[in-house]
C-alpha cells in the first residue's frame, strides 16, 4: 500500500464521513418537514378555526432546501466514489479500507452533535407556533 493510498483514504474519509452525515440529517430533518405538513393538515381537519398553526410556506421551503441538501451529498458522494476508485483503483479492502471506515467514523462522531443541534432547529421550526417567522425576521433584521 502506497503512501498516496493513505493520503487519498484519509481525505476521502474526511469528507465522505461529512457528507454522509450531512445527507442523513437532511433526510430527517425532510421527515420532520413532513410531519409537521401531516400534523397543520389534521389540525386543520379537526378544527376549521385552528389557532397557532405555521404557514405552510415556511415548512416546504424549509423542505425543498433540506432535499436539495440531500440529493447533492447523495450526488458528491456517488461521484467521488467512482472517480476514486475509476482514476486510482481505490476500493474498500485491506488496510485503506479500514483507515476510510476509521477517519469516517471519527468525522461523523465529531460532528454529531452539530447534526443534533441542526436536527432541534428544524423541529422547533416545523412544530413549534412562530419560531420560524421569528427567526426569519430576526435574520432579515440583522443582514
Known sequence: MSI???VIAICWGLLAGYLALRGIDSLIGLLF????IYQRRWKILADKNATGLIRPGLILKLALRLS???LSCGFLLNTGDRFLQREYHFYYADMQGLIFAVVASGM????????????TLVWR???EFDFAERRER??????
Open 125 to 127: 421550526m416545523t412544530h
Open 4 to 6: 498516496s493510498l493513505v
Open 68 to 70: 436539495c441538501y440531500a
Open 33 to 36: 418537514c413532513l410531519h409537521g
Open 108 to 119: 461523523i462522531l465529531s460532528r454529531l452533535l452539530n447534526s443534533w443541534r441542526r436536527m
Open 138 to 143: 430576526t435574520r432579515m433584521l440583522k443582514g
